[in-house]
């Protein structure tokens, strides 16, 4: 009886389990069981397996093979678990001395012809292996990138499993074959347009400037034309860069959902996903292989829904949970997954089906009873979560027709700069905390002695509070706006007009 070990990884969203892989072999009818709680794709592996030995010149023998995946309870999917079988049944036959393999993770699909391939999620598997206090890795060449972003490992990239094994100790030749590669990643995209391009509208530019200096959610409501769209697309570039943590994780979910890249990613994402799509390719999802979705890709940078009234609201629903806990969970009857959601939720709307009610020089041809209901698409919880929410009216053309001499526009630089000095003021103040934003306090913490503000500051919201007008969860949220405006003015707490122009920001919507 010959038993060889060696490791993988099944991942399960962005975290992964270390799969132990066990090959026996015996002197019986030759076969190849494959047990563990396998799927479709990952049955297929004796048969890649076989194939892929024999054209590599390492031929599997002709005796009964059982390689089980445990723990078994586990469902493991996918084929990156090709080369740790291929690497534990051969060791299980003496080419390569089974001690060699034992704490080694190997991640990696082989083709027919004995190279392997590169996987989708190579990053998280890594990190999931090392958490979990594994060091040494043999990865496939063309995941060589992402894998050297690992910190404190030992990385290995091969090219074929003949590499593989010389690697472990076989007495084989070497050859020379050209490694399999994902598609090169494009540049990333030029900044769209400078926020000096937006005329008129000042509100709304100081707004964008509010959201990003805080990291507040935002939903502006206006007629088509009024510059909604342009807004919301300058709004990445205010964002500073992804700090180290923040940047692996978005460069985490990249590769899980199957990008190519060409190392960290250090700059907010934006994803702005069209309003026909569905709650699983909102949040994430999928029947056998749970992928992340746009909420998901957009962690730690924006989500911009434009015409998010005409998304159904099942599907904007779905982002209620993440918005109030960071976090997505995805259920399923075998396995629960879960992905990063903390992300900067921006809303472009019309007011009404036509989208002219209120724009002055058109007139809307929209029923109250279609105003309501075309609306009504956002949910109350929903808005509720939102922190500015903003009506954004067309420009006049008298701002036209305005020079920068006559009113000094705002420019990225500009407002880039005055959103990095906020974020370094609450930075500060939030250091003894795990919070690194205005928007992921908890209102409990800012109500708390000594950050509650006194009566004549908080007085405008604490009447909103008592008229009904406004819900607790929006009271903390107002209280978030006006630190931040504290941060932008550079002060070390908000002061009444703070605490006033954050409730406009909040109100001026349904007022």
């Keep these: 009886m010959m038993v060889a070990r060696t490791l993988s990884v099944a991942l399960l969203g962005m975290s992964g389990a270390v799969v132990e892989v066990e090959a026996h072999i015996a002197d019986a009818i030759p076969g190849f ?79 027919l012809d004995g190279r392997v391939r590169p996987m989708q999620g190579a990053l998280p598997a890594i990190v999931a292996a090392r958490a979990a206090g594994y060091r040494r890795f043999v990865v496939p060449a063309g995941n060589a990138a992402e894998a050297l972003l690992v910190p404190d490992v030992e990385i290995v990239t091969v090219a074929s499993l003949r590499q593989t094994l010389i690697h472990h100790g076989a007495v084989l030749e070497p050859t020379s074959v050209d490694p399999l590669t994902l598609p090169v990643a494009p540049a990333p995209p030029a900044p769209d347009g400078d926020l000096a391009d937006v005329v008129g509208n000042a509100d709304a530019v100081e707004a964008l400037v509010v959201a990003a200096a805080g990291g507040h959610h935002l939903l502006m409501l206006g007629p088509p034309g009024a510059g909604k769209t342009m807004l919301a697309q300058r709004l990445p570039a205010l964002l500073p860069d992804l700090d180290a943590e923040q940047s692996l994780v978005v460069t985490s979910v990249s590769s899980l959902a199957g990008r190519p890249l060409n190392g ?18 909102l949040v994430g999802g999928g029947s056998k292989v749970i992928r992340p979705g746009a909420a998901a890709r957009a962690a730690h940078g924006i989500l911009f829904l434009d015409e998010a009234p005409e998304f159904p609201s099942s599907v904007l629903d779905a982002l ?51 105003r309501r209901r075309y609306l009504g698409r956002l949910s109350g919880p929903l808005l509720d979560r939102v922190d500015l929410q903003l009506r954004v009216n067309r420009v006049t053309t008298s701002a036209v027709r305005m020079t920068d001499d006559d009113l000094p526009r705002t420019t990225t630089a500009s407002a880039r700069a005055r959103v990095e000095n906020a974020r370094a003021v609450a930075r500060a103040r939030l250091s003894a905390t795990p919070w690194k934003t205005n928007a992921e306090v908890p209102g409990s913490w800012l109500r708390s002695r000594p950050r509650r503000l006194p009566p004549a500051t908080s007085g405008p919201i604490d009447r909103a509070l008592e008229r009904g007008t406004l819900t ?21 707490s908000p002061a009444p007009d703070h605490v006033g122009w954050a409730l406009f920001l909040r109100k001026s919507v349904s007022a």
């Design 264 to 281: 960290l990613i250090t700059r907010p994402p934006l994803e702005s996903p069209h309003h026909t799509s569905s709650a699983a390719a």
């Design 33 to 111: 069981q494959l047990i563990g709680l396998p799927d479709a794709a990952l049955s297929d592996a004796k048969d890649r397996v076989r194939a892929a030995a024999a054209n590599d010149g390492c031929a599997l023998p002709a005796k009964k093979i059982v390689v089980n995946l445990s723990p078994a309870s586990l469902p493991k999917q996918g084929s990156t678990y090709d080369l740790a079988i291929a690497v534990a049944v051969l060791a299980a036959e003496g080419v390569i001395p089974a001690s060699a393999i034992g704490a080694v993770v190997h991640l990696g699909e082989l083709s």
């Design 472 to 492: 607790m969860r929006g009271y903390d949220r107002v209280l978030r706006v006006a630190w931040t405006l504290a941060d932008l003015d550079a002060v070390p």
């Design 320 to 370: 209620r949970q993440p918005l109030e806990s960071g976090t997505i969970v995805i259920h399923r009857a075998s396995a629960t997954a879960r992905f990063p959601g903390r992300f900067q939720l921006v809303l472009a709307a019309n007011p009404c089906p036509c989208g002219q009610y209120g724009a002055g020089d058109v007139p809307c041809t929209c029923s109250p009873l279609s």
